[in-house]
């Protein structure tokens, strides 16, 4: 079977299979259905100063292949996840990946500064969410506000931590915010966050979501994310990537590497199939071994060689031969 193991910047992972955040708290629910130390990951949902009681209901729509949450950022803050999930976690042996997410730069700071004596393997950032107050929140919306909060961040994290940003495909030009974290800093990036959707219930004649808007997430939303996976990859191409969107199976996972993900994060799937991220870690095994990768590593950013270097790599020839 393939080598599975990968990296996320300092970050060393035994296999690239991580979940999402916001679908399981700090992972306690999924660990009646597999042990959290066996994923590569676990990324804890978005953690605020304060404890936050989130958007009205109801919070979930479903919709066609995928699904819309207007959660809002509900959560017990971070005095809570240090005292009790942080330690939960690493009583597992998981790897911990913690979300921060703030409304302000300063927020964000303070996060870091807390979290820097805790035994954290990675921060990812989230500056994506869609349902906040205002637009003007979305600081991956902007490159010089997503910039400002990913070097704050940076400079006030522990240095052996990566941070990395996680990015909203809601932008004209993914490579422009990707192309400006990256020049603030960030040793990766995680993408995408949910797609700003709504949908309209014909009983009530209202808005479905009690925050009229959410995040659009599941298979929907897979090309989408792919799409922006290998832009981002192209645009930053040594920047390590946490791919995500509607991955439901190995083949989805295997697509998010070959378009240049390090590692992949799976979050919706486990609402109807809560064992899928080590379901589709074992898939996604036999799908590199199916193909003749040895490894993770050579499958990364494979798709965006040409067929005959791609043959070049597969034979062990690095140069044509002539006939
Ligand atoms: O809590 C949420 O409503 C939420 C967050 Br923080 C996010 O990053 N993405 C999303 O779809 N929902």
């Not at 509900?74 to 597992?92: K, N, T, V």
């Not at 199976?249 to 486990?270: C, E, K, N, P, W």
Request: charged share 15%; with cysteine.
């Amino acid at each position: 079977m393939a080598d599975l193991r990968t990296s996320l910047g300092r970050l060393q992972l035994p296999n690239p299979v991580l979940t999402a955040s916001g679908c399981a708290a700090a992972g306690k629910e999924l660990s009646q259905f597999f042990d959290v130390a066996e994923l590569g990951g676990i990324v804890t949902k978005s953690i605020m100063l304060r404890p936050r009681s989130g958007r009205a209901t109801p919070r979930m729509a479903e919709t066609p292949s995928g699904m819309l949450n207007s959660i809002g950022l509900q959560g017990p803050g971070i005095d809570s996840f240090l005292a009790h999930d942080l330690p939960w976690l690493r009583e597992r042996g998981a790897r911990a990946v913690v979300s921060i997410a703030g409304r302000h730069t300063d927020e964000y700071v303070a996060l870091a500064k807390r979290l820097y004596n805790h035994p954290v393997d990675l921060i990812e950032v989230n500056i994506s969410c869609p349902n906040v107050e205002s637009r003007g929140q979305v600081f991956a919306c902007d490159p010089i506000a997503a910039g400002r909060v990913i070097s704050a961040v940076r400079r006030a994290a522990h240095p052996n931590v990566p941070v990395f940003a996680k990015l909203s495909p809601d932008v004209t030009d993914i490579g422009l915010i990707a192309r400006a974290v990256t020049d603030a800093g960030a040793d990766g990036i995680s993408l995408i966050n949910t797609l700003l959707g709504m949908e309209i219930d014909l009983d009530t004649l209202q808005p479905a979501l009690g925050g009229v808007t959410g995040g659009l997430s599941g298979p929907a939303v897979r090309p989408v994310a792919l799409r922006c996976v290998w832009q981002v990859h192209q645009t930053v191409p040594h920047l390590p990537l946490l791919g995500m969107g509607g991955i439901m199976t190995g083949q989805d996972a295997l697509r998010f590497l070959l378009a240049g993900a390090s590692a992949v994060s799976v979050g919706t799937a486990v609402f109807h199939d809560p064992g899928a991220p080590v379901r589709i870690l074992r898939e996604l095994n036999a799908e590199l071994d199916a193909r003749g990768f040895s490894s993770v590593t050579d499958a990364i950013g494979f798709a965006h060689k040409s067929p005959q270097q791609q043959a070049a790599l597969r034979t062990g020839v690095t140069h044509p031969v002539s006939v």
